[in-house]
């Protein structure tokens, strides 16, 4: 009985030490936010249906900057385009940092071209963008692999017979193979085996990395990381992924022809012999394999996922689809392909890519930021190395840049002469320094594949126009489409 007394006075006296201890130190001079607990932060606060709901609910509150403890760590929410560009890009240099999404990070562990800091970043980044530059400037653009491989899908939507179709498959397939041919050097035929593997891999992860269980994780990594749970099974497609990627350097290391690079890997590998003798390049095996998963990860799945949610939408309003397909006719015809300068002549279909990619909202909470000095910002003092989350779906709905954002409306982009207007809010590829490097190959895939297929084909569905639910699947770091079946029959 007295072990008991004395055991519940130690946990008493844990707590109590907890308490007093235990309060998140000063931080600079943060911006408000609700007080958060020892250990826990603001777990109290959060929505149950996820970090985005809670966010906005402490929006509503605190204004558009505030403070959130994830955890025991404390965040920066940027709300609202005004405050989202005033950060990333008045203040580029100090917001330009990139934090950590903690379920991914014991697979890129700040390497590679996406999650990277400091000189590491800033050489991957411009090797990055130059590479992909020439071999998108050199035998074939990367406009014509979209166009070619907008043809191949044409073919393969014409053996479906109108049959109902998951398009998953499909979009995954030409928006991965537009990535592999500047990457890998080759496409892949949509039945080759591990191709199919590698696209089921990025599928399930990018689901399990936008779920509620990913988003708990989030706020306890350092404890969660110890026990089973969804984080697991993301590594694990992530190191899969990895595998299959080493594999391919090793080919390209054996058939290298110094004299003829055949992609970004034999440019890389190139640069690595260049600089073997230099202990501090960062041009070594971790950065390539890292930077190729960031680049087919980023440029298969963003992409697939916009087309998807692009078609779910034409299901739903198929008038906007027909007034689409009229403005093809008109401008495109059926007897040559679209080309990207098309969209200057086609204001409407430009206007619906670009409510598309607002309504559909990829990455509602964006990738997080740090900032690299401690930085003033709107009265208050954001110390070095404090993590910073752009809410960019606080931006793509704004209400002061879009009259109702809650709804799919391609007026939002058009001025009242029916010409496409620009809008500062329109940011799907986040802004700033840390914009996404994929932005110019992604217009062009969305222009060209939406296009090439609404030339070719009409979509039907099982479900009344009226009947289609828009929820999301999953919504975290990405928004995740509902689950839907297609018909594509030939015009």
Known sequence: MELSVLLL???????????????????????PGPRPLPLLGNLLQMDRKGLLKSFL??????????????????????????AIREALVDHADAFSGRGKIAVMDPVFQGYGVVFANGERWKTLRRFSLATMRDFGMGKRSVEERIQEEAQCLVKELQRTKGTLQDPIFFFHSITANIIC?????QRFEYTDPEFLRLLDLFYKSFALISSLSSQVYELFSSVMKHLPGTHRTVWSHLEEINAFIHRSVEKHRETLDPSAPRDFIDTYLLRMENEKSDSNSEFNQKNLIITTLSLFFAGTETTST?????????????????????????????????????RINMPYTDAVIHEIQRFGDLLPI???????????????????????????????NDPLYFEKPETFNPDHFLDANGALRKSDAFMPFSTGKRICLGEGIARTELFIFFTTILQNFTVDGPVAPEDI?????????????PAYQIRFLPR
């Open 469 to 481: 639910d828009l929820t999301p699947m999953e919504c975290g770091v990405g928004k995740v489409p």
């Open 306 to 342: 916009t087309l998807r949610y692009g078609f779910l939408l034409m299901l739903k309003y198929p008038h906007i689809r027909e007034k689409v397909q009229k403005e093809i006719d008109r401008v495109i015809g059926s007897n040559r392909c679209p080309v990207f300068n098309d």
């Open 57 to 82: 609910k402490l929006r509503d509150k605190y204004g558009d900057v505030f403070t959130v403890y994830l955890g025991p760590r404390p965040v920066v929410m940027l709300c609202g385009t005004e």
């Open 9 to 31: 006075l130690a946990v008493l006296m844990g707590l109590l030490l907890l308490l007093t201890r235990g309060q998140p130190q000063s931080h600079g001079c943060l911006p």
């Open 181 to 185: 041919s500047i990457v890998f050097g």
């Open 366 to 396: 964006g990738v997080p930021h740090i900032v690299t000095q401690d930085t003033h910002f709107r009265g208050y003092i954001i110390p070095k190395g404090t993590e910073v989350f752009p809410i960019l779906n606080s931006a793509l």
